[in-house]
């Protein structure tokens, strides 16, 4: 069994380059958290220990923990003294035999693949301690991996205490190590503060490791973006962008069009079926799925939302909803929490809907806003009809039935009910409860005061236009 029997995730540095008031670790990036990634990336290892080093907003971060990762156990380191320092607190009550891998909470770009491809290579050449390199193209600021004649690792040296030889090395510490727990130990005991940080550096424990006559290696990475580390927001962005393009290519292989990769934006949760098409300037967040042949965009944002076979959804904006088969949505609509479109219903232009079932084949197609409402299926909504959910205190519910109609420019002041079949007058607004198959009136009834512009507005355009077409002053 490859399995590592534990492993370590560093976490608890302040992230002081970020400038920001929360852990640099949870950072958002494709709907999952830094820390999150690296949590995700480590589970299908089926380590027996999950142990992570916190510190600074250690509150916020065990918080995280414990949501995305309930059974990782979180080690507190109260004072900063270096990686090593990290560890050594991480092994106090750790298993103590088999493999620990080792490996820092920012680096949110590894796969699982590369880690088992890591650990079998470790375990091919039996190794006591391996640590994952990469060629950079600008090594700067990273631990340079010093071989020896033979090829062989012989130590981690970092760029404040390299020389100008050691800082021509593109060769670098990645941040992730495997060691036999017993090796580990012995070396990570022997630790000292000797560098120009005064930390205790968990690089050092490669040359103490191979001091003691046993194999360390270093494995390099075929990839050395997975092994980016996060450090400013320059750097969250250059992987929020390498993250996008892996799921974009990832989403595009399973069968679906992107039409523009470098505008669409996928979350790491969301799942896409085949041949759904996506345009420019989409968001597809949260835990957001999609149905096959689906057209969603362009510039269309949907945060958890559930689309059904078919459907198309233009230019909106949609929250916690649930989008039915072949259902119409947009352009310029915005659907918020708890609202349901059963199979082709429509929400047109300019609609607003929350809280609300809209049922099949049901349309609301111009201008509206529907809250808290139960509508049944086939029914109309005409342009500029408001549900008038709230009387300034507290919301009410409206039951519109099957194959009604709603005249233009309604207001349902709910709470209130419209039966199956009935219909309301345009304009009405409706407060008592229509029953089925009736129409609600609610609106005074019209008086034209005849000649009334050639009178008040003698001279106007109006008033001459209304002369040309035969019109009288009288009353
Ligand atoms: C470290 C390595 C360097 C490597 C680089 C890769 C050391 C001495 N150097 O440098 O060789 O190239 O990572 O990114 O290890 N942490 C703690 N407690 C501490 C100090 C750090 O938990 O006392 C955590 C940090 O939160 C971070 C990780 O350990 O997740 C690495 O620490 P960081 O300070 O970023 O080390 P680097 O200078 O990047
Ligand atoms: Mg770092």
Redesign the pocket.
């Known amino acids: 069994m490859n399995n590592p029997d534990v492993v370590i995730v560093?976490?608890?540095?302040e992230g002081t380059r970020m400038k920001s008031a929360i852990s640099k670790v949870l950072h958002p990036i494709a709907g999952r958290t830094i820390l999150g990634h690296v949590m995700e990336a480590v589970r299908p290892l089926s380590a027996k220990e999950v142990r992570v080093?916190i510190?600074a907003h250690k509150d916020s971060v065990q918080a995280h923990l414990a949501d995305i990762s309930p059974s990782a156990l979180t080690v507190y380191?109260a004072e900063?003294?270096?990686?090593g320092?990290?560890v050594q607190l991480a092994l106090a009550g750790a298993t103590t035999t088999g493999t620990v891998l080792v490996l820092?909470?920012?680096?949110p770009l590894l796969t699982s693949t590369t880690l088992q491809e890591f650990i079998a290579v470790h375990h091919a050449n039996e190794s006591s301690a391996s640590v994952l390199t990469a060629d950079l193209p600008d090594p700067f600021?990273?631990?340079r991996i010093v071989r020896d004649e033979e090829g062989y690792i012989s130590a981690?040296v970092?760029e404040r205490d390299a020389d100008d030889e050691v800082k021509a090395i593109s060769e670098?510490?990645?941040?992730v190590y495997l060691f036999d727990n017993g090796a580990l130990r012995e070396a990570a005991a022997k630790l000292s503060h000797n560098n120009s940080q005064g930390?205790l550096?968990?690089?050092d424990v490669i040359a103490l490791i191979k001091g003691a006559g046993k194999v360390a290696l270093a494995i390099r990475s075929n990839d050395y973006t997975e092994t980016l580390?996060i450090?400013d927001r320059s750097q969250l962005a250059e992987c929020t962008a390498i993250m996008r393009d892996r799921i974009n290519d990832q989403v595009m292989k399973s069968g679906v069009t992107i039409i523009d990769p470098t505008t669409t934006w996928i979350d790491a949760d969301v799942q896409i079926a085949n041949d759904v098409v996506i345009y420019p300037g989409s968001v597809l967040a949260g835990k957001t799925t999609v149905e096959s042949g689906a057209v969603i965009g362009p510039r269309t944002s949907l945060t958890n939302v559930t689309v059904g076979a078919r459907a198309h959804i233009v230019e909106s904006t949609c929250t916690d909803s649930v989008i039915g088969a072949e259902a119409n949505v947009g352009p310029y609509s915005y659907l918020r929490p708890g609202t349901t479109l059963a199979a082709r219903a429509k929400a047109g232009a300019y609609v607003e809907i929350k809280n609300s079932t809209i049922g099949e084949g049901s349309k609301v197609p111009h201008l509206s806003y529907v809250g808290d409402a139960t509508i049944g299926r086939g029914t109309n909504i005409g342009a500029a009809t408001i549900f008038v959910n709230y009387d300034g205190v507290e919301k009410h519910q409206t039951i519109v039935g099957d194959e009604v109609r709603i005249g233009s420019d309604t207001m349902l002041v709910a709470p209130v009910a419209i039966g199956d079949g009935a219909y309301t007058a345009a304009g009405s607004i409706i407060t008592e409860d229509v029953p089925a198959g009736s129409i609600g009136v609610a609106r005074a009834k019209q008086r034209n005061v005849l000649g009334w512009v050639l009178r008040k507005r003698a001279g106007s355009s109006s008033a001459e236009a209304a002369k040309r077409a035969g019109a009288t002053e009288r009353e």
């Open positions: 560093l976490a608890a540095g080093v510190g380191q900063r003294n270096g990686t320092h990290a820092a909470g920012d680096t600021g990273y631990g981690i970092e670098v510490n990645t941040g930390e550096y968990l690089t580390g450090n």
